[in-house]
């Protein structure tokens, strides 16, 4: 039981070595709520004895491994179309997976799952990333999770084990002007995007939500 005389919770990161999956999975470490923390991946994690730590090839995910049975889905999944080489390749990685990933947990039996998505995210939009994230979040609905929580971050501030040019750029300026910018356009901190995650994973609220970028400043 945890403090709150709850049982710990299983949980499921996917993205568990990017930007922001780095923070979440320290905070569910950390969360005495969670027992334990399943990440499948493609490169292998610092061990810890919360962690289940999984081998996988998003192109050939396993449909009826035991791991995928778990309470809660947080997907930290994602890419530039830059760095993925190609729009097809970028549609793959930000929206096949995530919803893969969530078709296979949902089948299990897990009944929350927050996203990082994006700010703008709009199924109908003329921006191509845009509208493959807001694809992605209309996708996941039709899942009927209980509880699904849509994070949608703008500029993520952070340390990132790749360098994004134009992301730099935008953070030397968004830094600069500082507060004078409304919250929505403020530069948001991994940590926090990562802690909204966690708190509607495991707390899990009824419904469908939105966690806007001026909520993240």
């Not at 945890?2 to 499921?12: I, M, Q, R």
């Not at 491994?65 to 999944?77: E, F, G, P, Q, R």
């Not at 949902?106 to 009944?111: D, L, N, Q, T």
Request: aromatic letters at 6%.
């Amino acid at each position: 039981m945890d403090a709150s005389g709850h049982p710990p919770k299983t949980v499921l990161l996917a993205g568990a070595t990017g930007l922001v999956g780095r923070h979440v999975l320290d905070l569910l470490l950390a969360d005495s709520r969670v027992g334990r923390v399943v990440a499948p991946s493609r490169r292998p994690l610092l061990p810890h004895p919360k962690l289940q730590d999984v081998r996988v090839d998003y192109d050939a995910l396993p449909v009826d491994a035991a791991w995928w049975a778990v309470d809660a889905v947080i997907c930290t999944l994602g890419t530039t179309i830059k760095v993925a080489g190609s729009q097809e390749a970028f549609r793959r990685i930000d929206h096949d997976y995530p919803l893969q990933v969530a078709t296979l947990a949902r089948r299990h039996g897990a009944g929350a799952y927050a996203l990082n998505s994006a700010k703008g995210a709009d199924a109908g939009s003329r921006i191509f990333y845009s509208r493959v994230k807001g694809e992605l979040e209309r996708d996941l609905a039709t899942l009927d999770f209980p509880s699904l929580t849509f994070v949608r971050p703008g500029l993520i501030g952070g340390e990132r084990a790749e360098t994004r040019t134009g992301e730099a750029m935008a953070s030397v300026v968004l830094r600069a002007l500082g507060a004078v910018l409304p919250r929505a356009w403020r530069i948001n901190p991994a940590s926090r995007i990562a802690a909204a995650l966690v708190e509607a994973a495991l707390q899990a609220p009824p419904g469908q939500h939105v966690v806007e970028s001026a909520q993240l400043a």
